[in-house]
């Protein structure tokens, strides 16, 4: 007997019809004598219609009334489930994140989870019921109803699986678990049976949508045994979250390649090289909250230089604005270019730490192309390359084959 926590998303419960598969998964699980506290996300597609019903009256909406309306998604699928469940005899109840409660501190739209009280979710699975609560939501201190950032069921999840010291966290998905690539790009790429948490955490802040990056950390934190699996099968072990390099095991020197088609590259070119410019330019972007993720500066000529970085797309013109704004004020420069038709490529794997030549492996396979690289940047477990968009998916299916990941780990 073990206590699980399992998450299930947005299409694993999408319809009335699929509540009740879940309903099903979770009873032969409780009938194996688990304890269960299930995790739900509001139906796929729910969150979105909400948040747009409040555009149409503000088009910026007031973050704590945006997450009064986005979190009744949640309220509804918990709701629905813990009476599928009833209907196959099985005692549930459902909790919003302000029954439980999950308490967060108030930054609506994207609050942190800083304690959960677990006595009356112990209470009840020690009289036999399955407990069902809502993903994504907290309260805040003065009672405010708070959401966590989307996605952030996953870390609803991960959370209380940390709280309740559970066996594992289970979060069933649309997909049977982590691979080394998007297989609707690379069709051979194959599933991980186990990917250790620092890559995971690569993967998952390079774009990889399976799991939210912050219940990620979250698992890291408190060491929460966390799987990925699939809902609309019934075999298979998924993917497992691993903590501890196991030395009986070979390690895969690269996991996975992962990419993000949500960058935007802007070049400020001809600024003085001289110190302060970098903090000239990247400071009045940092004041707007625009998070800047690769940056290069050249070797300049004639005293002159050229800074490059790259924002999320969604803040492209606003960090195009900012930077014109201050042009002439903070810094000096010839000229402010942009592109936004740029994507992000990464090769992550923890083997990397151990050998050279991984770079220039990535480096040839996609010379061997002709494809460009603009930018590179690299941490001791992932290469990330900036190229042009439309050589994203080539330079995905190259790289796969360059690192011959559609092949097993020999053991
Ligand atoms: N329903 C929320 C969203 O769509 C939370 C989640 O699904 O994890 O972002
Ligand atoms: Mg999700």
């Not at 903090?279 to 500066?297: F, K, M």
């Amino acid at each position: 007997m073990a206590l699980l926590v399992q998450k299930y998303g947005g299409t694993s419960v999408g319809t009335v019809e699929r509540i009740q598969n879940v309903a099903q998964r979770v009873a032969r699980a409780y009938h194996e004598g688990h304890h269960l506290v299930i995790v739900v996300s509001a139906m796929s597609g729910e969150t979105n219609r909400l948040i747009g019903l409040a555009k149409a009256i503000q088009p910026h909406p007031d973050p704590r009334e945006l997450d009064v309306i986005a979190s009744t998604g949640e309220q509804v699928t918990i709701g629905l489930l813990a009476m599928a469940l009833k209907q196959l005899g099985i005692k549930a109840r459902s909790y919003t994140g302000g029954q439980v409660p999950i308490l967060t501190d108030s930054a609506f739209t994207k609050a942190r989870i800083l304690n959960i009280d677990s006595r009356r979710i112990r209470a009840d699975l020690s009289s036999g019921h399955v407990v069902i609560v809502a993903g994504f939501q907290g309260v805040d201190a003065e009672g405010n109803i708070t959401t966590l950032g989307r996605g952030g069921s996953d870390t609803t999840g991960v959370a209380l699986a940390a709280a309740l010291h559970a066996d594992e966290c289970q979060i069933f998905t649309d997909v049977d678990g982590v691979y080394t690539t998007d297989p609707r790009i690379v069709p051979e790429a194959r599933r991980l049976d186990t990917v250790t948490f620092e890559e995971m955490l690569e993967m998952a802040s390079l774009g990889s949508k399976v799991l939210q990056i912050r219940s990620v950390e979250f698992a890291g934190k408190y060491k929460v045994k966390l799987r990925v699996l699939s809902s609309f099968e019934d075999k298979g072990n998924g993917t497992l979250i691993t903590y501890e390099e196991q030395d009986t095991m070979e390690q895969a020197i690269i996991s996975g390649i992962a990419f993000n088609r949500d960058e935007a590259k802007i070049t400020v070119m001809g600024v003085p090289d001289r110190p302060g410019v970098a903090y000239h330019i990247i400071g009045p972007v940092a004041d707007a909250n625009i998070d800047v993720d690769v940056i290069v500066q050249n070797t300049g000529e004639n005293g002159l230089t050229d800074f490059s970085f790259t924002v999320h797309r969604n803040e492209y013109q606003k960090a195009l604005e900012v930077l014109n704004n201050s042009l002439g004020k903070a810094f000096t420069a010839r000229e402010i270019k942009g592109d936004n038709k740029i994507a992000k490529v990464s090769v992550v794997g923890i083997g990397m730490r151990s050998h050279v030549g991984i770079a220039s492996k990535m480096f040839k396979a996609l010379a061997d192309e002709g494809i460009n690289i603009a930018m590179i940047s690299t941490s001791e477990i992932k290469i990330s390359v900036i190229l042009e968009e439309k050589y994203l998916e080539l330079a995905v299916r190259v790289l796969h084959s360059a690192f011959e990941l559609e092949k097993p780990i020999a053991a």
